[in-house]
């Protein structure tokens, strides 16, 4: 009786609910690219920088097969996917091994959410050197947001180096690619305008620290692109006047916070790290490595428009064009002045603990880090913006805080949590479905995207609590404090981590746990095949 009952079963709910599920192939091997007019070997991703949009589908069951064509262990890990532990892609965590040379791994998972997401490399530097591309996960009915046009935009940050050389570079001197220090000049400049006593108590001041007022970014010398393109190979996005354009702008740099704006034109921020928040109209947002916002913007006139992300070291740009035809340049915006970092960048705290008597000036409580150089009158997205799309279902109060301090030490380029680099350091232990507090607090003059594997955070950023925005990765400003909310619903060992690639090499990393009691919950040894089957 059980068989002749199981297969009209079977087909009936096939045909009540097919369930859709695809397979993906992704080769990883080190291949010739020339970007910037010299030939130079990356990793590729099926013979390209970045590797292809993956397009999922909610409620999708996804196989992916990822072949490693180097003689080095690899990985690709899911950016802002909730998937199972086995299958988030960090080697040694949950039992998984790495993708080792010659060999296919198998990921499956099924698709729990829509958005705009990414994927990268999580082994040692790769991610630098091309292992990166870009996700779109497509609602089973209508989106929410309309538009006519939608566009990936994924801005990196490409160098001919070697993702090892930087590194040691870094470790030789954390200064190695300051090339923008203060001259004399500058102290003639700022007597001229401060007064002498106040230019000298300043250089003195920032002397004694053995600190650079322009250190703002470790990493410098890098080509800015969009979609794998320079400025001057212009990626463009077609458009009719009067369309609305979805832009789906991803950070997948390794080291480069980037403001963007599209002069002429407004943006409506419709998305946060893959999750929908109320439309906020802005004329441009500073997003982080790893941060993901989806915009749209609806140009009226039949003319081209710059898409222009510089970075926070104002060393360059990656531009892109909007236009109703291939060949059209928009106007090129002009370079803003770089910020310079002031006394409020640092940790307060423990400056005036170490020197009592230290005086502070009105100018030394502004920020340099927040300077964006908006024009006066023109709108900057703020956190505080930003409002989630819906009621969070977790309102409960947090149980306990955790507290994050964020640290280094430059002269060995050392980064820390609570003092201590990760291969140091003991797991954060989370029960399973506990509701918890994280409290950032960045005792360093750089900013630091933190990013939470396996589990959306809930930013505490003065909305309601049942509209406080979901987020995966969040900006720490320098000096400064945030915090988020995070109910611990996925078991798993997670990865905790700056998303800043040097910083994390460098220690700033930990292990969550999150830990059901029942033995069954901990996930087997993931499923590792020999590559002589993988596709191209």
């Not at 990013?451 to 809930?458: C, R, Y």
């Amino acid at each position: 009786m059980k068989i002749k009952f199981a297969l009209p079963l079977v087909w009936l709910a096939l045909l009540v609910s097919p369930a859709l599920a695809s397979t993906y192939t992704l080769d990883i091997a080190r291949e010739t690219v020339n970007i910037t007019g010299a030939p130079v070997k990356k990793i590729t991703i099926n013979g390209g920088i970045p590797g292809p949009t993956l397009r999922f589908t909610e409620g999708e069951n996804v196989t992916i097969n990822v072949t490693n064509h180097m003689d080095e262990m690899t990985s690709i890990h899911w950016h802002g996917l909730i998937v199972p532990g086995e299958m988030d892609g960090v080697p040694t965590f949950n039992n998984f091994p790495g993708i080792m040379p010659g060999e296919t791994f198998t990921y499956h998972f099924t698709i729990k959410q829509t958005g705009t997401y990414w994927y990268h490399a999580h082994s040692m530097g790769q991610e630098q050197d091309g292992v990166f591309g870009s996700i779109i996960a497509s609602p089973k009915g209508k989106d929410p947001i309309q538009s006519d046009r939608d566009y990936v935009v994924v801005l990196s940050d490409f160098t001919n180096e070697k993702s090892d050389d930087i590194m040691a570079h870094l470790k030789m001197s954390s200064d190695y690619y300051s090339t923008a220090r203060r001259t004399l000049g500058d102290f003639f400049h700022d007597a001229k305008t401060n007064g002498v006593s106040k230019a000298w108590k300043t250089a003195r001041e920032w002397g004694d620290m053995r600190m650079a007022q322009t250190d703002l970014a470790d990493v410098t010398g890098y080509t800015f692109l969009v979609n794998g393109k320079s400025s001057q190979q212009n990626w463009t996005g077609l458009f009719k006047p009067g369309e609305r354009v979805r832009l789906r702008f991803i950070n997948a740099s390794a080291m480069s916070f980037f403001d963007v704006r599209i002069p002429g034109l407004k943006m409506s921020v419709v998305q946060s790290d893959g999750q929908n928040v109320e439309p906020v109209t802005v004329d441009e947002f500073r997003f982080a490595p790893a941060e993901t916002y989806d915009v749209i913007v609806t140009p009226k006139d039949d003319k081209a428009y710059t898409i222009a992300a510089e970075p926070i070291d104002r060393t360059g740009f990656a531009i892109a064009t909007l236009a109703t035809s291939i060949g059209q340049y928009g106007e090129m915006p002009q370079q803003r002045p770089r910020a310079l970092l002031s006394m409020a960048d640092m940790d307060m705290e423990q400056m005036m603990k170490d020197d009592p008597n230290m005086e502070m000036t009105p100018a030394d409580m502004i920020s340099g880090w927040a300077k964006t150089g908006t024009p006066e009158g023109q709108k900057a997205l703020s956190y505080a913006d930003l409002r989630y799309a819906g009621v969070q279902k977790d309102q409960r109060p947090p149980e306990r805080t955790i507290e994050v301090n964020l640290g280094g030490n430059m002269e060995r380029y050392i980064w820390t949590i609570n003092d201590q680099k990760f291969s140091e350091a003991e797991p954060i232990r989370l029960k399973y479905g506990e509701r918890v507090r994280l409290k950032f607090t960045n005792h360093t003059m750089m900013a630091h995207p933190m990013h939470l594997h396996g589990m959306f955070v809930q930013l505490e950023n003065g909305q309601p609590t049942a509209k406080l925005p979901n987020k995966h990765t969040v900006i720490v400003p320098p000096g400064g404090s945030y915090s988020v909310l995070l109910t611990a619903d996925a078991a798993g060992e997670w990865a905790f981590h700056c998303h800043l690639l040097y910083h994390m090499m460098s220690g700033m990393m930990r292990k969550v746990i999150v830990a059901k009691l029942d033995p069954a919950d901990v996930p087997a040894p993931a499923n590792q095949t020999q590559g002589s089957h993988h596709a191209h």
